[in-house]
Structures are given as structure tokens and as C-alpha cells.
């Protein structure tokens, strides 16, 4: 037998691909698949709010949330060792934009830095939670360089809790939690472009459809024995989006075919939704089929809103949400 040959990972030097933070990485890290990327490694589900976002006379490189909790998330990228300059701007965004989860993202940390977000993260929490990340590009023979995140520093409070909450779960929430991580394999099996995150012990999976405050949502409920597929919109200036998208309902539905179109009353919320009934969720026999159905249903509606969506009048959602930090006090 020919012995077989492997590749030799390399790493490649990071100044060498992205020459400067501001204007090539925090404009590639702000990218969906990058942002996956990194949630993936630290486990929390970081969806793109704004980049270079002011805060006072300075500007947060990269402001996001944490779809599972709606906490604020701040980012704070360095393609060079660790600094103070860079500690002190990622806690002043914080500060100046409410946010309860710091990463802090560098090629290198010194040991002092690294011991310090463990200070922040023993004083500050539930609070603040602070991660430390490294970043390096390795490749192989002519390939294409990768990215790799490194956590080395983590809030354990936040992390244990999210275990803690796993051990725990119901009968419902495990049946939820293994059905979506089934969804997850079922979709990278058969190929899809969506863009696929953490599965939690909820009756909802959310999928990125390219911009902040909109979502795509599989849902499956064990009650009402149904699963669903809708386009999701939330905060002050959902109604304005939703009768911005209205208009368009003709073509859209074109792609989609016949969706429900609701304005929720009891709160600023909207969806476009459709609903397959008399789905057994608890009987793993009709899961391929319901994956399927998901499936196809989520690319379909990725395909119909989300160019629409990015094309919306920018309605200044995170401006607002800046001057009135009320909503998470």
C-alpha cells in the first residue's frame, strides 16, 4: 500500500492578510460566517448590530448581541499583542453602550492581560462577562489561510451556568435541544448556504438572514404538535419594516407562497410565518421529515427576504437604543 501523504499546517502571519484592523479585520470579523465563526468557539450565538458605532468621541469596533439572552455584546479587535489601550477602550464601550458581554480579540495575550479579564470576570459577574481570544491564520501548502479562535480567558460563571442549565432540562427542552442539533446535521448533510449557530433547549432555532434585529426562526412546539418557519422583526422600528416589506408581499409570496402576515399587539414585534400542522415532535420517526421541510422552507425565506431586508431604510435602531439604555436597566 502507498504511503499517504498529509499536509504540513503553517502559520501564516496575520499583518500579511489583514494590513490594517479598522479597514480589513473588523470589516471581515463583522461578516456572518466570521461572526459564526467565533460563536461557535465561545458558545454564545453573537448576531452583527453595527460596526464602528459611536460612543461619545471614540467608535466600538464591532457591537453585537446575544441572541439567546438579548444581551449587548461589544467587540474590541487587535491584530497585535495585547495592550492597555485596547483594555481601556473595550471597557469604556461597555460601559457606554450597556453591554454585559466584553470580547476582547488579539494575536497574542500577555499573561497580565489575560489574568486581568480573569479579575474582571471574578468582580464583575453576572454583570459582565469578558472573553480573551487569539487569533491565527494557519494554511496548508497553497491553501487559502483559516482562522482559528483560541479562548483563552472565559467568564466561568457564564459558561458553568450554560452547563448547569443543559444538565437540567426537561423531558421538552432535551427533546428540543437534540431535535435541533438533529436539524443542524440534517442541513449540513444535504448542503445549505444558511448559516447554522448553537442549538439551545427552546421551541425556536434562529437563523441570520444579514441584519440586525431580523431573523429567520424554525420553531417546533411538542403542545401544538406543529412546526414553522417565519421571518422575525423586533424593537421600536419593527412596524415600519414590516409595512416597508408589506408592500411587496406579491412578489415575495411569489417564492414563498402564502405566508401569514402578522403585527403582533401585545408588543413591537412583527412576523411572516407559515405553519405545518400535526407534527408529532416527540416522535424522532417524523424528524427527517420535519428537517426537510425546515430546510427547505428557511432557504426559501432567505432567498425571498434577505436581500430585501439589507435594502430597508436604515431606521437608526441602534442610535436609539444607545440614548435610552432604560430597556436594560
Known amino acids: 500500500m502507498a504511503d499517504k501523504q498529509l499536509g504540513m499546517l503553517e502559520q501564516v502571519e496575520i499583518r500579511a492578510f489583514w494590513e490594517d484592523e479598522a479597514r480589513d479585520f473588523t470589516p471581515w470579523l463583522a461578516g456572518e460566517q466570521n461572526l459564526a465563526l467565533l460563536s461557535s468557539a465561545i458558545g454564545i450565538d453573537v448576531e452583527l448590530e453595527g460596526t464602528e458605532v459611536p460612543v461619545g468621541p471614540y467608535k466600538a469596533d464591532i457591537v453585537a448581541r446575544d441572541s439567546s439572552s438579548d444581551s449587548r455584546v461589544v467587540i474590541e479587535n487587535q491584530i497585535e499583542k495585547t495592550n492597555h489601550e485596547h483594555l481601556g477602550k473595550a471597557l469604556t464601550y461597555a460601559s457606554g453602550l450597556n453591554a454585559r458581554i466584553v470580547i476582547w480579540i488579539a494575536k497574542e495575550f500577555s499573561e497580565e492581560h489575560r489574568r486581568a479579564i480573569?479579575?474582571?470576570?471574578e468582580s464583575a459577574a453576572p454583570n459582565l462577562n469578558c472573553f480573551g481570544i487569539e487569533i491565527a491564520l494557519f494554511?496548508?501548502?497553497?491553501s487559502l489561510p483559516a482562522a482559528m479562535f483560541k479562548v483563552v480567558a472565559s467568564p466561568n460563571e457564564y459558561?458553568?451556568?450554560i452547563k448547569t442549565e443543559e444538565k437540567e432540562l426537561t423531558k421538552t427542552k432535551s427533546t428540543y435541544l437534540e431535535f435541533?442539533?438533529?436539524f443542524k446535521?440534517?442541513?449540513?448533510e444535504h448542503g445549505t448556504f444558511l448559516s447554522l449557530r448553537k442549538a439551545r433547549p427552546q421551541q425556536w432555532y434562529s437563523i441570520a438572514v444579514g441584519r440586525s434585529k431580523f431573523n429567520i426562526a424554525v420553531t417546533a412546539s411538542v403542545q401544538k404538535r406543529r412546526i414553522?418557519?417565519?421571518?422575525y422583526m423586533r424593537g421600536v422600528h419593527a412596524d415600519r419594516a414590516f409595512k416597508a416589506l408589506e408592500t411587496e408581499k406579491e412578489s415575495i409570496e411569489q417564492i414563498t407562497g402564502p405566508m401569514e402576515w402578522r403585527?403582533?399587539?401585545?408588543?413591537?414585534?412583527?412576523?411572516?410565518v407559515r405553519y405545518k400542522e400535526s407534527v408529532n415532535v416527540m416522535d424522532k420517526s417524523n424528524w427527517a421529515e420535519a428537517h426537510a421541510w425546515l430546510k427547505t422552507e428557511a432557504e426559501q425565506l432567505h432567498k425571498a427576504f434577505s436581500t430585501r431586508i439589507k435594502a430597508l431604510?436604515?431606521?437608526?435602531?441602534?442610535?436609539?437604543?444607545v440614548l435610552d439604555n432604560s430597556e436594560e436597566q
Open 159 to 161: 459558561t458553568s451556568s
Open 313 to 321: 431604510p436604515v431606521f437608526d435602531d441602534l442610535e436609539v437604543d
Open 139 to 142: 494554511k496548508i501548502g497553497g
Open 180 to 182: 435541533w442539533n438533529a
Open 263 to 272: 403585527q403582533l399587539p401585545e408588543g413591537q414585534d412583527c412576523r411572516i
Open 185 to 188: 446535521e440534517y442541513c449540513k
Open 228 to 231: 414553522g418557519c417565519e421571518i
Open 118 to 121: 480573569d479579575f474582571l470576570n
